[in-house]
């Protein structure tokens, strides 16, 4: 969080990003990336809490059995329409958990980006690329085709996924000693309740 304190670029990504996350999620991510706690509490109350609960129940997944019948789960299955709270609990603090780390991640370099262009450090016209997750952070950095709001949208659901998607695998050692993922059972991510 350096150039958060030195570059008023870097800091009003943070901050924009910040707004969104209490607005619609309930937490702020610049308190993640500087204190990791190992637990958040987002409470429901009143109607800003009222709003804040159906985002999170709006994040659902399709699920598809072995007989491709699908069906749409929640990602959050411990919060429904009379949950007071939900708690995020990570034992080695939640910056370690992905719906946390890739968010941070992402701002962390859309940040530094800005930051160098602000100092005339990028060229116009330059080329850019990414892998897996840098492949947003180029995008919304080289491309700017992601607002900060769709961009923290879509890496916070993005790392939510990934860990619903942890249960859809099974991973053996081979004789080899190579590891071989083997999915299943398919399914789809699917953001909103319809």
Not at 20 to 46: A, M, Q
Not at 84 to 91: E, N
């Amino acid at each position: 969080m350096d150039l958060y304190e030195s570059s008023p670029v870097a800091r009003a990504i943070w901050d924009r990003a910040d707004e969104h996350f209490l607005t619609h999620y309930g937490f702020s991510i610049v308190d993640i990336v500087r204190n990791n706690p190992k637990e958040l509490t987002v409470y429901f109350g009143g109607p800003k809490g009222k709003a804040i609960r159906q985002n999170y129940l709006n994040m659902v997944y399709e699920q598809v059995d072995a007989n491709g019948v699908s069906k749409v789960v929640p990602i959050f299955k411990g919060i429904d329409e009379n949950s007071t709270f939900y708690k995020f609990v990570s034992p080695t603090g939640l910056l370690s958990a992905t719906q946390f780390t890739q968010p941070a991640l992402t701002l962390m370099e859309k940040a530094a980006f800005e930051d160098m262009k602000s100092k005339g450090l990028v060229q116009t016209g330059c080329a850019f690329a990414g892998h897996s997750l840098g492949e947003y952070s180029a995008l919304a950095a080289i491309g700017d085709v992601l607002p900060i709001e769709s961009l923290v949208d879509i890496v916070f659901y993005r790392g939510l996924t990934m860990q619903v998607a942890v249960v859809c695998f099974h991973v053996k050692v081979t004789d080899a000693n190579a590891l071989v993922a083997r999915r299943t059972r398919p399914f789809r991510i699917r953001y909103g309740g319809s």
